[in-house]
């Protein structure tokens, strides 16, 4: 059974750094598109960021994109998300996804809250 589990969240100061990481088990993991998503509240899950298999295909969000980086380390199992200048409206749940084909995986999220 796919396991996504998330770590890193917390309350960082605007302009400041945070990095989110992924841990993955029971599925293939080299062959999974991994990716990034978030939801705030009152608003619809929307994707950050995605990255391709063997990493070197990165998707972006135009309101994150020269600001957050995502990497992944297949013999790890593990996928992160650097994200960097943060600004308010980067508060928000973040999960973590999977996909293989049509199947596709969720992590519980983790909290990011930009704050003064």
């Known amino acids: 059974q796919a396991q996504l589990v998330e770590s890193g969240g917390g309350v960082v100061q605007p302009g400041g750094s945070l990095r989110l990481s992924c841990g993955a088990s029971g599925f293939q993991f080299s062959v999974a598109t991994m990716s990034w998503y978030r939801q705030a509240p009152g608003k619809e899950r929307e994707l950050v960021a995605s990255?391709?298999?063997?990493?070197?295909?990165?998707n972006y969000a135009d309101s994150v994109r020269g600001r957050f980086i995502i990497s992944r380390d297949n013999a790890k199992k593990t996928v992160a998300l650097q994200m960097n200048n943060v600004k308010d409206a980067d508060t928000a749940v973040y999960y973590c996804n999977a996909k293989i084909g049509t199947a596709t995986s969720w992590g519980q999220g983790t909290q990011v809250s930009v704050s003064s």
């Open positions: 990255l391709n298999s063997v990493g070197n295909r990165k």
